[in-house]
């Protein structure tokens, strides 16, 4: 059964910190890895997939990684602001469907 | 375009009620996802449509849940019989035809409380 840990369940920051947020999965038979931000009473909004294949992706301040043989991925966010501030959701493709961590909650503040 | 639309967006009922949750998926996705989040916890994995084949139930958690999609649209989660414990936000993604190495799209949820 494939199981998605993360760490820290909750992180707080002053604003213009870099930080890493880490998760890690049991089972490394994935098709791909996935980054989620969810702000209170929203849906999840994607932030980066990296696929099996792949070793990491980016978007702006944001850096993800992948190591499938060590079951572990983390996010990297530069130079963190206010309105970072959510909810971070890690989630491996598993079969058909997604299994996700539990979330770090993220507070910048200013 | 449009994204994935779910209503209604919030659902107060009574223990013992049935309730059903809607989901309007992406034009055009082939695949359709339930999850259920409890307060503080992560998405957990109800059911999966994919086209025409029989759907992936393995996360329903009791036989008072169900949930039909027709063709390749509109689909419906139904509980019986709801109890305290299914409080939670019910969120519905689709994806493209593109397979499991696609992305997931995320709908705003159902926020279900039971009384």
């Known amino acids: 059964k494939q199981e998605v840990t993360q760490i820290p369940a909750a992180l707080s920051v002053p604003e213009g910190e870099n930080l890493v947020l880490n998760c890690s999965f049991t089972?490394?038979?994935?098709?791909?890895l996935q980054w989620f931000r969810q702000d209170p009473g929203k849906g999840l909004t994607s932030l980066l997939l990296?696929?099996?294949?792949?070793r990491e992706q980016t978007s702006g301040r944001l850096n993800a990684s992948l190591d499938k043989s060590s079951g572990r991925s983390t996010l990297y966010i530069a130079a963190s602001q206010p309105g970072d501030s959510a909810t971070y959701l890690c989630?491996?493709?598993?079969?058909?469907?997604?299994?996700f961590g539990a979330g770090t909650i993220l507070r910048v503040k200013s | 375009g449009a994204g994935v639309s779910q209503s209604p967006s919030n659902k107060v009922t009574e223990k013992g009620k049935d309730v059903e949750l809607r989901c309007d998926p992406i034009?055009?996705?082939?695949?359709l996802y339930w999850y259920r989040q409890r307060l503080g916890q992560g998405l957990e994995f109800l059911i999966y449509?994919?086209?025409?084949?029989?759907?992936?139930k393995s996360g329903l958690p009791s036989d008072r849940f169900s949930a039909e999609r027709t063709g390749e649209s509109v689909s419906t989660l139904t509980i019986q019989r709801t109890q305290q414990e299914d409080s939670a936000v019910y969120l519905c993604?689709?994806?493209?035809?593109?397979?499991?190495?696609?992305?997931?799209?995320f709908g705003p949820g159902t926020r279900l409380l039971v009384l």
């Open positions: 034009s055009g996705h082939t695949a």
């Open positions: 990296i696929q099996s294949s792949q």
């Open positions: 089972d490394s038979a994935i098709y791909n």
């Open positions: 993604a689709s994806r493209s035809s593109g397979g499991a190495s696609e992305t997931q799209y």
């Open positions: 989630a491996v493709s598993h079969g058909n469907k997604l299994v």
């Open positions: 449509f994919q086209g025409n084949s029989a759907p992936d």
